[in-house]
């Protein structure tokens, strides 16, 4: 039986999408602007605000012009490393809103946790964001929250737009001859912008949180220099994924994008590669980023903290 308080964000949804259904389409200035404020607002869950932990340590860094973060909960080993690509649908998302989360994967992994503040789009299209993690990648491979050395393990997880940024960056690694991480994770990653997901017609009708429809709306929001709606590093699906470590991915029963998760694990199978997919019964999409409000998300999360902690 779900519980209250996953009850309690769908119903949140369900008041979001009636009131705006019918609505005129929005400028494309508006639209971003209420979509990056509405992700910070919809945190507060019936009252409760995320916070951090007093003996969890913050630490700014700014990586060749990238701003990121490490978060390190009590008791986490510096050596072992996490890089964090937070979601928001490619133009939305912050490290402060964030920050619970990546504290999360601190305190359950047991890992030093490196969160980049990646450029948004629309101000900063595909590549610009991806470069941003390339960055940050191969930064953390040289530097800790102490100082420079490398790591003893590194690994990479992300949620939705930054689960596909997940995988974007671990085909343009191989493809570029850098290090690829140990293993990854990534919580309901969009992976098709060619919207051939059956999940996204099969499942509309279930999803409170995402309209399949505004998915194509931010791809040109996103995507801005013709690149192919198909290219492996904005639509990894579509990648020859032979040489990824070991991954696993979580995706919400009823989500509209839970098939681009599962779709890129049979793919990832078929390529001989360690892949492992795991359905959410009753979970809408990223119920993970109210993991301080939500057991549910919480769950999840710690399971697939669990997985990364076996690798690293």
């Known amino acids: 039986m779900a519980s209250s308080q996953l009850q309690s964000l769908i119903a ?4 979001m999408k009636a009131s705006s259904a019918g609505q005129e389409p929005q400028d494309t200035a508006e639209l971003v602007a209420a979509y990056r404020a509405h992700t910070d607002d919809s945190l507060v869950l019936d009252g409760v605000a995320p916070s951090l932990k007093a003996s969890t340590v913050v630490t700014p860094f700014l990586v060749a012009g990238v701003p990121c973060e490490w978060t390190l909960a009590a008791g986490a080993d510096t050596q072992r490393r996490l890089l964090w690509i937070h979601g928001g649908g490619w133009i939305a ?17 047991g890992m030093a946790v490196l969160a980049v503040d990646y450029r948004l789009a629309p101000e900063h299209p595909y590549p610009a964001g991806l470069d941003d993690c390339v960055t940050a990648w191969m930064w953390m491979l040289e530097n800790g929250p102490m100082g420079a050395g490398a790591p003893s393990a590194a690994l990479l997880a992300g949620d939705s737009a930054g689960g596909n940024l997940t995988f974007a960056l671990m085909l343009r ?7 690829l991480p140990r293993a990854a994770a990534a919580f309901a990653p969009a992976t098709d912008f060619m919207g051939r997901s059956p999940s996204r017609r099969e ?12 998915i ?26 032979s040489g990824l470590p070991p991954f696993l991915v979580h995706a919400g029963e009823r989500e509209v994008l839970h098939d681009d998760g599962l779709r890129i694990v049979e793919a990832a199978k078929a ?17 993970e980023y109210w993991c301080h409000a939500v057991p549910e998300g919480r769950a999840s999360l710690n399971e697939v903290a669990a997985y990364l902690r076996s690798h690293g």
Request: no cysteine.
């Open 12 to 15: 949140m949804f369900e008041t």
């Open 93 to 109: 998302g912050t490290l402060a809103g964030y920050r619970h989360q990546v504290e999360a994967l601190s305190e359950e992994t």
């Open 173 to 179: 690694l191989r493809d570029e001859g850098k290090p």
């Open 203 to 214: 499942r509309a009708h279930l999803d409170p949180m995402i309209d399949p429809d505004s």
């Open 216 to 241: 194509s709306v931010i791809r040109d929001l996103y995507i801005q220099d013709g690149t192919p709606a198909d290219h492996p590093y904005v639509s990894p699906v579509y990648g020859d994924l």
């Open 271 to 287: 390529a001989g590669i360690d892949a492992r997919f795991k359905t959410l019964p009753g979970l809408i999409h990223t119920t």
